[in-house]
């Protein structure tokens, strides 16, 4: 970093608020080894996996569950996401289902006893042509008719909002409007997990770390446990929520699913003074934005074109993002990069979630979360809990079903979800 | 950024492709499935943790469809084949782990 005037002034007011993070208990969750059976077995230990194990134990009263994670806690896409949160969906079924998420997030600290940053900051969409007009104000529109907070912005308005944008028309992707929806914003991705972790454990729940699952029990098409790297386990329900690695686990069970995989990448600069108090998303440019607690600058990126469980992705796409990022905020221009990283995402062909049961009895699925699963960490945990626990799906994730694809009851939400989350 | 062996420019840049996912999907006739097996054909293609025979287009040089072997957790590129001729072995034995059941 130079000393040049324009360059962004370290955070002081970051570094200052890092020293005010609460103290972490000295344990997050108890460290087990697992036992020969469970009721339920939730293959995954990211946030949704957690967040499944916390409300089957709190919500209906189950406690012999365990979560079984192939790595570390929280190490796939829970640690590899933006932490943007909204519920701005364009279908009714969506709608409902995120503006349930959200919900659950708004009270999500005190109900765990623990705080994550969640932070309702708002959450603006980026227009730039006239499609984009039309489809954002359709959206604007739809969830107006859902109930769900969102106002139409005028480029006046945006630059009201967030001083640093560049609305001048002079430029490739003009500002044109936007939507904002304020009860959006953003949350502490990995205290999330811990705060699931920490909550499930208190209630009973065994979180097995460093065992990956490498098979299945089925007999007479139902699920009798699982093969691990440590052994056999036997269970009477099993769960799939591994994001990235669906297809794989869908196939070992000996079913297929409509998931292709796909790196996602982001990056973050290092601390900054607070210069952006909201969360900007351009899909038409690939590009979203917030600014972290800390002062750091977090961007989210587009997916790769190709199929991959590399975990990381092309350069190209990252310097697509940032051009972009640099057009719409000039300051951003002596910014340095800290850090690049992908995760895997899985996709579906509407770009919409897969939650509910297979074609294997007691082996339930959740998946597709796609490019935007993190603001979904509740609301998916809370419905797969209800789903595992009744062994058929809530009103809310009904609509989310595998069987979707052979009625053809497609939520296409490729304008909502498909690039920018 | 991949760079890409097309069967009639050579190596070129990633950026100068398009990608088309799994190769070799056969067209069947939609008025002899079922629901289900149209379902099948309609969305699901293979997704495999392995070396991977996928579609590209150079859309930026020939315009023209090829298949490939590249895998899916390091990246390598494998030989490039045109499409309606015999697919070559997968390179290595990584395997197609995931591959359709």
Known sequence: MTNTPDTLPPGKIGRRKAAMLPEQPPQLWRSVKARKSYDVIIVGGGGHGLATAYYLAKNHGLSNIAVLEKGWLAGGNTAR???????????????????????????????????MFFSQRGVLTLAHSVSDVRSKRRSFYANALNGIDCEWLTPAEVKKLVPIINISED??????????????GIAKHDWVAWGYAKAASDLGVDIIQGTEVTGFNIQNHKVQGVQTSQGDIAAGKVALVAAGHSSILANLA?????????????????????????VVMSGAVHVYVSQAHKGELVMGAGTDAFNSYAQRGSFHVIEHQLAAALELFPIFSRAKVLRTWGGIVDIAPDASPIIGLTPVENLFINTGWGTGGFKATPGSGWLMAHTIAHGSPHELNRPFALDRFITGHLIDEHGAAGVAH | MLYIPCPHCGLCNETEFHYGAEAGVAYPDPNALTDSEWAKYLHIRANPKGWFAERWVHFAGCGRWFNLWRNTITHEIGLAYLPFTTQPKAPGNTGQEGSRA
């Open chain 1, 81 to 115: 996401n933006t932490t943007i949160i909204r519920s701005n969906y364009l279908w009714d079924e969506s709608a409902a289902i995120y503006e349930h998420s959200l919900k659950l997030w708004e009270t999500l600290e005190e109900d765990l006893g623990y705080e």
């Open chain 1, 171 to 184: 430029v490739r992707y003009p500002v044109h409007g936007a939507t904002y929806q304020p009860r959006g």
């Open chain 1, 254 to 278: 000996g079913f297929s699913i409509p998931i292709q995989s796909r790196p996602l990448q982001a990056l973050v600069s290092p601390l900054y003074e607070q210069v952006l108090n909201t």
